[in-house]
Structure formats: C-alpha cells, structure tokens
C-alpha cells in the first residue's frame, strides 16, 4: 500500500483505446516523439505495471491530457483507468478540457479522483493540491500578467491546507503542485512559506521538461521533501514517495 506519483503524462488518445492495442496512426492526435517521447504511453504502462499494485495509489499533478474538451479528455483518462492502483488527479497549465470540479468528478471512473484546492487522505496522509503558477523570481514571470494569477493560487493553496488541518489534524501532509514552488534562482515563494507554515512533510511538481529538468529544485529542504515528478524526468516511470 504505497504512494507513488508520476506527473505529465500527456496523453491524446482521440478515441476509446484498448490499453495494450494502440495504433500510433489511428489513435493518437499529438504524437509526443516531436519532443524524443518515443511511444511514451507504452513506457509509462509497462513501467506502472511492473510497480504498482491494485493497493497502491499513484499521485498525478497535472498534464495529464492534451484534450481541449472533457469529451475527448475521457479517453485519456479511461487509458488511465485500465492501470493498477487508486489515482489522485490535480490539474495542470495544459488541462483544456477542465472547468468545474464538479463535472469532471461526475465523469471520473471510481478508482480515480480529482482534487484542486482541496484535498483527500491516502493511506493516511492527506494530501493536498492546487495547479501553481510561474514564480516572481522567474524570468519568464510579468508582473502584469501573472500576478493575479499567482497570488489567486496561493490562495487556492492555503484554503487546501485549512481545511485539510482543521479537518484532519495529526496527520501527514503531501502537496501535489504542477508547478515548482521553488526555483534556482533563489529566493522562497508564496507557496512555500504556506507549506513551511502548515508542516508539510512532502511536496511533488512536474512541468519542467527536457533541459529544465537540469534546473529543478529537489531534496529535503527546510524540512521539506521536494521532489519533480514529470514523465521525463522520472524515464516515465513511476516513483516511490511513500512505502
């Protein structure tokens, strides 16, 4: 009964697919070799069955489909849903197709779940999530642009915690991010004094691919376990955070 976690599967998957009978000609709308994911989907399958079990639960913060609408995301995610284990769902910069918490939940099949600040307990823990955002010390960030934005999912963030705290108190907290709260750029962000201040014991990320993997912040950090979770940078292979 372990947690593991894998982020950024980018799926498109344009139609219902059998999990072990995928035609890359038939079935895929965004072939990701453009970016070297040769037959990324099978990777990720073979890798996950080889890990987890029906016991397990596999956290997986954001990025999940390339779908623009909840119809065609759907596939994706019953791809998913053919894996082992429970499944822990937040969203990312990439999900299109998700506007109501409340629909997505309707549609989702029952071992898998959808939390976006909010939480659930797994084995537990409880683990908390929201999506994140370009940080102020990034030199992509524009004050005019992102700020809203940032600021609006700090908030997000510590309404998660609140109410995760106030209603599991005691117990050990996981934070499922799509992006990093912290960059080498240096400095703490928002979300990181929030997770400082509510103990959080484990934050996972994803989003960062290719050479930014270089420049991921990870380790036990203030107390903190930080960890990147995308595809690419785990050779899309599912990880171990909790045994």
């Known amino acids: ?9 980018h799926l498109s998957f344009n139609k219902s697919v059998d999990i072990d009978r995928i035609n890359p000609e038939n079935d895929i709308t965004k ?3 453009l970016f070297g994911w040769e037959k990324h989907y099978d990777r990720i399958r073979d890798n996950w069955r080889k890990l987890i079990k029906d016991t397990d ?40 197709y998700y506007h109501s918490k409340n629909k997505i939940r309707k549609v989702l099949p029952s071992n898998m779940e959808w939390i976006d600040a909010d939480y659930t307990v797994v084995e537990g823990k409880v683990v908390c999530a929201t999506r994140g955002w370009t940080l102020p010390t990034d030199r992509n960030f524009n004050e005019t642009e992102d700020r809203k934005i940032y600021d609006r999912q700090i908030g997000r963030l510590r309404l998660s915690l609140e109410t995760a705290v106030a209603k599991q108190s005691g117990k050990d907290i996981i934070v499922m991010l799509h992006y990093p709260p912290l960059n080498k750029t240096g400095g703490n962000s928002g ?12 934050c996972i990320y994803g989003h960062l691919h290719g050479k930014a993997i270089h420049e991921a912040v990870e380790g036990y950090i203030d107390g903190i376990q930080l960890k990147l979770v995308s595809c690419d940078a785990l050779q899309f292979c599912p990880i171990a955070i909790m045994e």
């Open 1 to 9: 009964m372990a947690i593991y976690a894998i982020s950024d599967l």
């Open 191 to 202: 979300f990181w004094e929030l997770m400082k201040q509510y103990n959080v014991k484990y």
């Open 31 to 33: 072939p990701m070799e």
């Open 57 to 96: 639960t596999v956290l997986i913060p954001g990025d999940i489909s390339w779908a623009l609408k909840l119809e065609t995301a759907m596939n994706d995610l019953q791809w998913i849903e053919q894996l082992p284990g429970r499944k822990v769902l937040s969203p990312g910069n990439h999900e299109y």
